[in-house]
T-cell receptor, first 113, second 111 residues
């Protein structure tokens, strides 16, 4: 049973465009929703995270939109740059540790110059 | 600069061997985790530990065990390696209300 569903699997965006990655979850007990960015040969690194008491969180060019009633959240990357080319994972956890995570399957983003 | 260090970047082992993957963190974190990452499957939690000598099963513990004798060190053990355990293994650590930090990963190939 896949508790966090992520789409699309891959995404190609032109430089300066908006990249959008979507995730849906099933367990209403989840209370922490991070997005991780992973470059080839590196471990995942936290990009931005949100808790369900807010509907949106913005950090620079990266925004999480959260829809609690629909059990969906998404990552928007504004003004996408070639340096943003990486694999992005959404995740969710419930209570306590932020490292005990259920991950989506990942989205490989390529930003073309 | 915070660090989670995995002792090997690449390992090649034979079927049936006992394999140890080591992870050390320097952030005094209470919690440590082992994940495996496979293409198209994302990251899946194998085992985790919230304290020294404590361990909890994650989503895919079969074929694995762990050891945590010191707070900073968390070892993943493959008792008898099999080819379906060929994967990227990622260690992570965190503390209450801190983000989780990941190591660079160990790419294990079982032949």
């Amino acid at each position: 049973q896949q508790q966090v569903k992520q789409s699309p699997q891959s995404l190609i965006v032109q430089k300066g465009g908006i990249s959008i990655i979507n995730c849906a979850y099933e367990n209403t007990a989840f209370d922490y929703f991070p997005w991780y960015q992973q470059f080839p040969g590196k471990g995942p690194a936290l990009l931005i995270a949100i808790r369900p008491d807010v509907s949106e969180k913005k950090e620079g060019r990266f925004t999480i939109s959260f829809n609690k009633s629909a059990k969906q959240f998404s990552l928007h990357i504004m003004d996408s740059q070639p340096g943003d080319s990486a694999t992005y994972f959404c995740a969710a956890s419930k209570g306590g540790s932020q490292g005990n995570l259920i991950f989506g399957k990942g989205t490989k983003l390529s930003v073309k110059p | 600069d915070v660090k989670v260090t995995q002792s090997s970047r690449y390992l090649v082992k034979r079927t049936g061997e006992k394999v140890f993957l080591e992870c050390v963190q320097d952030m005094d974190h209470e919690n440590m985790f082992w994940y495996r990452q496979d293409p198209g499957l994302g990251l899946r939690l194998i085992y985790f530990s919230y304290d020294v000598k404590m361990k909890e099963k994650g989503d895919i513990p079969e074929g694995y065990s762990v050891s945590r004798e010191k707070k900073e060190r968390f070892s993943l053990i493959l008792e008898s390696a099999s080819t379906n355990q060929t994967s990227m293994y990622l260690c992570a650590s965190d503390s209450m209300n801190t983000e989780a930090f990941f190591g660079q990963g160990t790419r294990l190939t079982v032949v």
